[in-house]
T-cell receptor, first 113, second 113 residues
Framework: GDSVTQMEGPVTLSEEAFLTINCTYTATGYPSLFWYVQYPGEGLQLLLKATKADDKGSNKGFEATYRKETTSFHLEKGSVQVSDSAVYFCALSDLYNFNKFYFGSGTKLNVKP | DTEVTQTPKHLVMGMTNKKSLKCEQHMGHRAMYWYKQKAKKPPELMFVYSYEKLSINESVPSRFSPECPNSSLLNLHLHALQPEDSALYLC????????????FGSGTRLTVV
């Protein structure tokens, strides 16, 4: 079945450091891939997405590239800010059952001033 | 309007109480979802409504009863809950299709005492 695996957290970085959060997936078809962010006490917000191989999603300085050959969708940001502190979820949507999202376990990011 | 609105934001209820959570969206999305999220965990799917009909029930106990009165509204009726049901309850909506992703509400923080 479909699944998403994320790197364990928490990840602690200093402000302006480079961020990578690893995400790999297993899917039977050609899924769409997403990154969601959850700030404390809030719901999930869509951060970026990619719907086919080699697509790059980007938003607010974050980027992720859909790599079919490595079944990965790693999240990157060149220079993190304290305000980026949150939990990040990688997720996939299946072509044959798009009403069912598969979430990774989440990675908590702490950015220190 | 690009939001999913959930009420109330916080709810404390006793184990013998009956209460309801409400969710509303005006984006014309025809799929709506209830998720349950425990601390430090990803959201877990509870129910999916597609075109106002229940399409997925993830073996949720009958003390949770969903209702979709129309295409914009989704309710979750609660009765005889247990303390372990305390969690953040998230509503989401989406267009039909794997590439769109979900729009989440900010959630209802439920505490069962």
């Amino acid at each position: 079945g479909d699944s998403v695996t994320q790197m364990e957290g928490p990840v602690t970085l200093s402000e302006e450091a480079f961020l990578t959060i690893n995400c790999t997936y297993t899917a039977t078809g050609y899924p769409s891939l997403f990154w969601y962010v959850q700030y404390p006490g809030e719901g999930l917000q869509l951060l970026l997405k990619a719907t086919k191989a080699d697509d790059k999603g980007s938003n607010k300085g974050f980027e992720a590239t859909y790599r079919k050959e490595t079944t990965s969708f790693h999240l990157e940001k060149g220079s993190v800010q304290v305000s980026d502190s949150a939990v990040y979820f990688c997720a996939l949507s299946d072509l044959y059952n798009f009403n069912k999202f598969y979430f990774g376990s989440g990675t908590k990011l702490n950015v220190k001033p | 309007d690009t939001e999913v609105t959930q009420t109330p934001k916080h709810l404390v209820m006793g184990m013998t109480n009956k209460k309801s959570l409400k969710c509303e969206q005006h984006m014309g999305h025809r799929a709506m979802y209830w998720y349950k999220q425990k601390a430090k965990k990803p959201p877990e799917l509870m129910f999916v409504y597609s075109y106002e009909k229940l399409s997925i029930n993830e073996s949720v106990p009958s003390r949770f009863s969903p209702e979709c009165p129309n295409s914009s509204l989704l309710n979750l009726h609660l009765h005889a809950l247990q303390p372990e049901d305390s969690a953040l309850y998230l509503c989401a909506s989406s267009q039909e299709g794997q590439e769109y992703g979900y729009t989440f509400g900010s959630g209802t923080r439920l505490t069962v005492v």
